[in-house]
């Protein structure tokens, strides 16, 4: 099965070289999907818009391939894995320099990463990371430490919940079933509050990482668990979802309802300043400028490290509103 696969890849990539003719080096260096100049072409395969974490990472990531001179070949996936398949497949016809991508999911590459690894185009994972069966399919992965970034969200509520000796009912709103960043957040943060017997995640849902689905995940949950008193969204479109859901039900967010998000983004910035979150993990979206810098890297034949982890930090209401006036994105 997987052999046959193989076999088409090799196949295709054949043919796309011949239609290149005098295209390339062969060899997976610049130039060879840029008709024989020195321009390296990226194809870069993205989740979606879900989010203004990911508008803030798709800017940094097309402003930083046109000061890099990349030619960048932008698709986006719109949050489904079987079209980022197809753009991974496409970037591997067309010969590309180097494909990078950010995996919707994190199983379910393996085939589509090894049809690109026998055109020797090299991939870059870049925010999440995939799950494969066999470990030389990508270069590298540049983003966050997601399970650092749960602990973080547990750590807070550990020292400003659980230190209270109340009972605190939470309610969990979680990112894309099967992504990284939601199967990690949820790891660190049940593991920081295990050992706080009145810290309990009494709902945990998926609100898919937008402000709608924060918002109708809420309003189900505030209506079969009207306990709730604390909310953990995985990024902070959906904490600002259920902020609205939280005011539609007749609470205070912020303080009937206490909540921590992730992510730190413009918005979600905001309402910590405005009282209506209480704590934000930092998620930094813009990977742009490190992206290009390991392509660059990788097609000059240069070690990389196989992982580049983001610096992060976290925001209390005081720092949020500090910060906010120079915040970028
Ligand atoms: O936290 C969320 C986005 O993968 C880190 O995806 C990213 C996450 C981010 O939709 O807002």
Redesign the pocket.
Known sequence: MIRNKLLAAVTASVAALGLAACGGSGDGGSGGGGGGDDTITMGFAQ?GA?????TANTESIQSSAEAAGIDLQFSDAQGEQENQISAIRSFIQQRVDIIAF?PVVETGWDAVLLEAKRANIPVILT??SVETEQEDLFVTFLG?D?IEEGRKAGEWAVENWASTGAQWNIAELQ?TTG?A?AIDRQEGFAEAIAGSPNLTVVASQSGD?TRTGGREVMEAMLNSNPEINAVYA????MGLGAIEAIEAAGKVPGQDIQIIT??AVRDGMQALADGKINFIVE?NPLLGDQLMDLAQQVLDGEEVPERVVTEETTFTQEQAAEVLPDRKY
Not at 50 to 54: D, F, L, T
Not at 234 to 237: A, F, L, Q
């Open positions: 989740v879900e989010s203004g974490w990911r950010s925010d999440r966050s997601f990112g992504a960043p990482f995985h990024n902070d479109d992730v992510d998620c």
